[in-house]
Nanobody
Framework: QLQLVESGGGLVQPGGSLRLSCAAS????????VGWFRQAPGKEREGVSC????????NYDDSVKGRFTISRDNAKNTVYLQMNSLKPEDTAIYYC??????????????????WGQGTQVTVSS
């Protein structure tokens, strides 16, 4: 059974950090580009970041550039999203998805076939 499972969300104060993980089962992430998306209350889901299968290509939405870092550990079949300097506007449910059809600078346009259930990130004092 193909499954993507996110973890690592939680409540953090502004300026804090979290690391999200996306683990796959029944599915090998290694040969696929993977994306992180988020959906804030009352807003549409948006692409946040993506990483190519090799890990060489990494792209970010302008709103998180310089603060978030995507990485992957193919040996663990896991993709990570390190989030630093978090802001209240980063509050959302974060989803990982794969395979992403294309990982380009236009992360808002990427689409994916399989999705995790999401993990809540709340940035608040």
């Amino acid at each position: 059974q193909l499954q993507l499972v996110e973890s690592g969300g939680g409540l953090v104060q502004p300026g804090g950090s979290l690391r999200l993980s996306c683990a796959a089962s029944g599915f090998t992430l290694n040969n696929n580009a993977v994306g992180w998306f988020r959906q804030a209350p009352g807003k549409e889901r948006e692409g946040v970041s993506c990483i190519s299968s090799s890990g060489v290509i990494r792209n970010y939405d302008d709103s998180v550039k310089g603060r978030f870092t995507i990485s992957r550990d193919n040996a663990k079949n896991t993709v990570y999203l390190q989030m630093n300097s978090l802001k209240p506007e980063d509050t959302a449910i974060y989803y990982c998805a794969a395979p992403v059809d294309r990982c380009t600078i236009y992360v808002w346009a990427m689409k994916a076939d399989y999705w995790g259930q999401g993990t809540q990130v709340t940035v608040s004092s």
